[in-house]
């Protein structure tokens, strides 16, 4: 694990865009693992200007979104497809057919990996071993971007979810339905549920960058980059990682021990 500490907050996004850039002019048709959230939108917009100079060809990357919320559907503006679409997709040139977010609205729809003629558990867990079969099929998830939840999770795994999980439906932790409703108008508006990449889907990723920025976050860091590996801290798995790059403000690693 690679532990790198920037300043501020944008200067960790330059450096996060810095990696993924080298890494899609490497491999042009990269398979990259997207999170939504406020922590990568400077990594985000530093992408689209890195488009629009020029430097970044996005025609032929597949996106894989970590997450996406039950029961919201895609053009509900707090939906994560309506999010990449705002935040990144819709000011770059990203073939439509490449981009995979669950589906998770109530009428469902076709996606880019399979249809379902509606909101049953069985077709809830169909959409989760399709979503699982589309990642295996383009080869694996070549470079995933995380972000941390204040009680340590990635993704939607939120603490006591199993280190081997896939794909799958999750309930959502109190903390983070809390942390969640700056997006809504109320809290009650928050979704309950959500289906999530599992823990392990998420480590079977080739390359994986961890971003965490405030001070908020700093003991969520702190305990999974230097706690015991455990389910209660999901981001705790990374310690196992071997090609994993963390990118902290100094805020968000003032807990640490030993790098702080």
């Known amino acids: 694990m690679i532990i ?37 939108l400077g ?6 200007q890195m488009h629009k100079e020029g430097i970044l060809d996005f025609s032929r990357i597949i996106t894989f979104n ?11 503006p707090q939906s994560y497809h309506y999010y990449m679409k705002k935040n990144l997709f819709g000011e770059i040139n990203i073939n439509p057919e490449n981009i995979h977010i669950p589906e998770c609205s109530e009428g469902w729809r076709r996606t880019n990996v399979l249809r379902v003629p509606d909101g049953t558990a069985k077709d809830v867990k169909a959409l989760c071993r399709d979503y699982e079969k589309a990642i295996q099929e383009t080869g694996g998830i070549d470079l995933q971007i995380l972000g ?10 939120e603490p006591g979810t199993s280190l081997d999980s896939r794909t799958h439906v999750a ?15 109320k809290k009650e508006d928050v979704p309950e549920s959500a289906i999530t990449m599992g823990v392990q889907t998420i480590f079977e990723a080739k390359k994986i960058i961890l971003l965490a920025s405030g001070e908020n976050k700093a003991t969520a860091v702190a305990k999974a980059l230097e706690g015991p590996i455990t389910s209660q801290i999901t981001a705790s798995i990374l310690q196992r990682h071997s090609n994993t790059i963390v990118i902290l ?11 702080g």
């Open 4 to 40: 790198i500490i920037k300043k501020n907050y944008d200067e960790l996004s330059k450096e996060a865009a810095k990696i993924i850039k080298e890494a899609i002019l490497e491999k042009p048709n990269l398979v990259l693992g997207l999170a939504t959230g406020s922590t990568p």
């Open 43 to 48: 990594t985000y917009q530093e992408l689209i």
């Open 66 to 76: 970590l997450d996406e919320y039950l029961g919201l559907s895609a053009n509900h």
């Open 148 to 157: 941390i939840g204040s009680d340590g999770h990635i993704g939607f795994n």
């Open 171 to 185: 309930k959502l932790a109190e903390s983070t339905i809390r942390d969640n409703s700056r997006f809504f108008e």
């Open 249 to 259: 403000d100094e805020k968000a690693a003032s807990k640490l021990k030993k790098y």
